[in-house]
């Protein structure tokens, strides 16, 4: 039981975080019930869709801060966004590379509007060259074969969608338009919550144990690149109408109709 509440706790302020401060998701108790079988849960995966899910929500508007694994999403910007990283440590292969990064001094008032405008101004200059591709090597898809799975990732009632061919350029390939992703056939909002649901089909849970056959196959999908700016023509025509090519607005803030 002492173990139990142990993971309970550690999970639930680590991978699983919400913004009750102070309590933790009771559904995180489902998977420690038996502590023989917990190696045999995908933790990193389940964090994943958490934080997948915290994201589409924290973007709404009227939503006030982001919850989830934030170690992972800041560890993720350094390993790829050399702009922002903080300094640096040395540390032994061994040891968690996210253990490595000093965290910043996080500043107030006016010093944090500014960093804030700062950080916006370098991401919408940002090129291919700003960006570390391949940061844990270019064979790391073949050392972890699950890194090109396809298809949702879940924890628990929560399933989102996981498309490595969205950013082959991680992998050294040449950037494709990417096929439509398995969608979840329903899904509800209350319209006093914040947060969805999404209702999917049952044959979803089947994809993740068999890997094999749900899995990217990058010599099919696309070809090696020399430089990660390389992509197909059509590409930036099928980005441009999907995200925003920019943060700022290109007349410094006053409104346009």
């Not at 958490?50 to 800041?74: D, E, F, N, P």
């Not at 490595?100 to 090129?127: N, T």
């Not at 924890?155 to 969608?183: H, K, N, W």
């Amino acid at each position: 039981m002492e173990v139990q509440c142990y993971l309970f706790v550690l999970l639930g302020s680590t991978l699983f975080v919400d913004k009750s401060r102070d309590r933790i998701r009771p559904v995180i108790n489902l998977f420690l019930k038996d502590h023989l079988q917990l190696t045999d849960y995908a933790w990193g995966a389940g964090a994943l869709a958490y934080l997948y899910r915290q994201l589409g929500v924290a973007i709404r508007a009227g939503s006030k801060g982001l919850c989830g694994c934030l170690t992972l999403l800041q560890a993720w910007i350094y390993e790829y966004f050399p702009l922002f990283r903080p300094s640096q440590l040395p540390q032994s292969p061994d040891a968690p590379r996210a253990s490595s990064w000093i965290s910043p001094r996080l500043p107030g008032g006016d010093e944090a509007r500014q960093r804030l405008a700062r950080y916006q101004q370098l991401l919408d200059e940002l090129s291919a060259d700003d960006v570390t591709w391949t940061p844990y090597g270019r064979d790391g898809h073949t050392d972890i074969p699950r890194s090109l799975y396809t298809g949702p990732i879940r924890f628990s009632d929560i399933a989102e969608g996981y498309d490595p061919a969205r950013c082959l350029r991680q992998f050294r390939y040449r950037q494709i338009i990417p096929r439509a992703m398995t969608v979840p056939h329903d899904q509800y909002r209350p319209a006093s919550d914040s947060s969805y649901i999404v209702f999917w089909d049952p044959w979803v849970n089947q994809l993740w144990d068999n890997v094999a056959a749900h899995r990217l196959d990058l010599n099919f999908a696309s070809r090696p690149c020399e430089h990660p700016s390389e992509i197909v023509e059509e590409y930036v025509d099928w980005f441009l109408i999907r995200s925003h090519p920019r943060i700022t607005h290109p007349t410094d803030g006053v409104p346009q109709p």
